[in-house]
């Protein structure tokens, strides 16, 4: 792994500080930090809502030598350790984020296929409370709200 090349020493220090940070995460997951581990969080820090196949492609320009089952492997212990969240809006292929722990919920447009997060509905966690949880002990609550982003309107408004 090498660190880009940048225009002055500050932007050198975060690069690293960055790197470290990733390398952090990764090591409090109990796993053992690597390039593909580190490539894919890299990528989807910048890359949030991204399918397997569209991190795969940012990893591959970063370590050309790297297979879409190494990402979907590092995707897979990612999210068994909990440092990424998959989320699988019906329709679309699995996208992974790295917003956990907070229950928050997406929003995704029915046209163009753009997901955003939508913070918590309503008070604390699990943010939905089932009229009979049948005996459950409910911890989360998953909503995808399905809609038309801003651009889509002004696009189908169109004549």
Same mark, same amino acid.
């Given at each position: 792994?090498?660190?880009?090349?940048?225009?002055?020493?500050?932007?050198?220090?975060?690069?690293?500080?960055?790197?470290?940070?990733?390398?952090?995460?990764?090591?409090?997951?109990?796993?053992?930090?690597?390039?593909?581990?580190?490539? *894919?969080?890299? @990528?989807?820090?910048?890359? !949030?809502?991204? &399918?397997?196949?569209?991190?795969? %492609?940012?990893?591959?320009?970063?370590?050309?030598?790297?297979?879409?089952?190494?990402?979907?492997?590092?995707?897979?212990?990612?999210?068994?350790?909990?440092?990424?969240?998959?989320?699988?809006?019906?329709?679309?292929?699995?996208?992974?984020?790295?917003?956990?722990?907070?229950?928050?919920?997406?929003?995704?447009?029915?046209?163009?296929?753009?997901?955003?997060? *939508?913070?918590? @509905?309503?008070?604390?966690? !699990?943010?939905? &409370?089932?009229?009979?949880?049948? %005996?459950?002990?409910?911890?989360?609550?998953?909503?995808?709200?399905?809609?038309?982003?801003?651009?889509?309107?002004?696009?189908?408004?169109?004549?």
């Amino acid at each position: 792994m090498t660190i880009p090349e940048l225009s002055d020493g500050a932007d050198v220090r975060s690069a690293v500080a960055d790197a470290g940070l990733l390398e952090d995460g990764i090591r409090s997951a109990g796993l053992k930090v690597t390039a593909p581990r580190l490539a *894919v969080l890299r @990528a989807l820090s910048d890359r !949030p809502h991204a &399918t397997a196949d569209a991190l795969f %492609g940012a990893v591959r320009a970063d370590l050309p030598g790297t297979s879409l089952q190494a990402v979907y492997g590092v995707l897979s212990s990612f999210t068994t350790a909990g440092i990424v969240r998959k989320i699988e809006p019906a329709g679309s292929p699995a996208l992974f984020e790295r917003r956990v722990g907070d229950n928050h919920h997406h929003i995704v447009c029915t046209r163009c296929g753009v997901v955003h997060d *939508v913070d918590c @509905a309503v008070g604390h966690s !699990p943010c939905l &409370t089932p009229v009979d949880a049948l %005996g459950f002990d409910v911890r989360a609550a998953e909503v995808i709200y399905w809609g038309l982003c801003a651009q889509c309107q002004s696009e189908t408004a169109l004549p």
